[in-house]
């Protein structure tokens, strides 16, 4: 058996025969697809429930690309269960493959949903500020950072609850020591990531206040034509509210930005002091 998803040795009520396990789930249609993967809804036949399914041929597998399945896999059992944390059902692999069984959500993201909708109004902004930092805390108090939290990784369950996701990214946070490495977004990656200096958990924070920003204003706070353009314009970290759009937005809530989206990390609002502030609407 191969070592991919070591995981499912030390939670063993995962583990159980591959071939046995995928018996129990028929494969219906298919929700979208990553980098590594084809997420197909599916039907477990035992509970008469429906989840989503990662299906990844180990074949063309790099392996940095099986360390970020096996840690997404990792963190999110880890982490499980939150109520605004993606959960993950159950996981197998046999020689060719690997599934790993999540709880299903609606196929549109919060990108989606700005993109469909523009700005959201103040309260509805708070309300999924609020439910991500929830789960951004969460992480950071389990040992974890996120470190790719952008609007592409939220989803809604099917009572519209909000679910943060695909922790590929993730990294332990050690002891005194910092973590270091380019990984996340253009738009939502902190400076300190740019510029190549180690970093800790304060990066997601970060990412959560460009999302608040996002929400708020319908694009991002830091924008270029390119890569390289947008990465000089979060360095310059200028954060401006054009009053077309911010004239509306609430004296408590431009605060929090602030605080978020403060360039330097030691200056910058840990999430859980944030979410005690997320409720400025
Ligand atoms: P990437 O790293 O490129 O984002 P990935 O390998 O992490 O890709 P996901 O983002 O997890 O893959 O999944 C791909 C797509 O499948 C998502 O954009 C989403 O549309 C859909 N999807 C993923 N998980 C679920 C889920 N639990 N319920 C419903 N749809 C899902
Ligand atoms: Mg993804």
């Known amino acids: 058996i191969s070592p991919l998803l070591s995981i499912l040795y030390i939670h063993r009520r995962m583990y159980r025969e591959a071939a046995v396990k995928k018996e129990e789930y028929q494969v219906l249609e298919e929700l979208g697809r990553g980098r590594f993967g084809t997420v197909f809804r599916c039907f477990h036949r035992t509970s008469n429930k429906f989840y989503a399914a990662k299906l990844i041929e180990k074949r063309r597998l790099l392996n940095e690309d099986r360390r970020c399945i096996e840690m997404e896999a990792k963190?999110?059992?880890f982490l499980s269960p939150h109520p605004n944390i993606l959960q993950i059902m159950d996981a197998f692999e046999d020689a060719d493959s690997c599934s790993?069984?999540?709880e299903l959500c609606q196929p549109h993201t919060l990108l989606d949903r700005i993109a469909a909708q523009g700005?959201?109004?103040e309260p509805h902004a708070a309300s999924l500020l609020k439910q991500l930092l929830e789960a951004?805390?969460?992480?950071?108090?389990?040992?974890?950072?996120?470190?790719d939290?952008?609007?592409?990784?939220?989803?809604?369950?099917?009572?519209?609850?909000?679910?943060?996701?695909?922790?590929?990214?993730?990294?332990?946070?050690?002891?005194?020591?910092?973590?270091?490495?380019?990984?996340?977004?253009?738009?939502?990656v902190a400076p300190e990531v740019i510029m190549g200096r180690e970093y800790d958990e304060k990066v997601d924070v970060w990412s959560s206040g460009v999302i608040l920003y996002a929400?708020?204003?319908?694009?991002?706070?830091?924008?270029?034509?390119s890569a390289p353009e947008i990465f000089e314009s979060v360095l310059r970290a200028n954060l401006r509210f054009p009053s077309?759009?911010?004239?509306?937005?609430?004296?408590?809530?431009?605060?929090?930005?602030?605080?978020?989206?403060?360039?330097?990390p030691s200056n910058r609002i840990s999430a859980h002091q944030a979410l005690r502030q997320s409720s400025f609407h």
């Open 100 to 102: 790993i069984v999540l």
């Open 149 to 188: 939290i952008k609007p592409e990784n939220i989803l809604f369950d099917e009572g519209n609850k909000l679910k943060l996701s695909d922790f590929g990214s993730a990294e332990w946070l050690g002891e005194g020591s910092s973590m270091s490495g380019v990984v996340g977004t253009p738009y939502y």
């Open 215 to 225: 929400m708020l204003a319908g694009f991002p706070p830091f924008y270029g034509e």
């Open 75 to 77: 963190a999110m059992s």
């Open 136 to 147: 951004v805390a969460h992480c950071h108090a389990q040992g974890l950072a996120h470190r």
């Open 119 to 121: 700005p959201l109004t």
């Open 244 to 264: 077309l759009i911010f004239s509306s937005v609430s004296a408590p809530a431009k605060d929090l930005l602030r605080k978020m989206i403060s360039r330097d």
